[in-house]
């Protein structure tokens, strides 16, 4: 029943939606982001088991502003 295209990571909450050239992320406020910029603004700092946005080849560069752009 879940759609294949959409994942909602269960630590952060968020919704990861697949698309060409990079995964869409849905954060509860302000626009979409980045899988990197999720990993800057949640993933890195919750560091529990379950969290579907840790590996590195997904998540790509972390640029300055992902780390430091209010969500
Ligand atoms: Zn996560």
Known sequence: MTNPQEQI????????VK????DRVF???GPPGTRARLWARVC?????PGCINTDPGLVGEVQPEDRYRPI
């Open 44 to 48: 890195q700092y919750v560091k529990k």
């Open 9 to 16: 990571c269960p630590v952060c909450g968020v919704k990861i």
């Open 19 to 22: 698309a060409i050239g990079g």
């Open 27 to 29: 954060f509860s406020v």
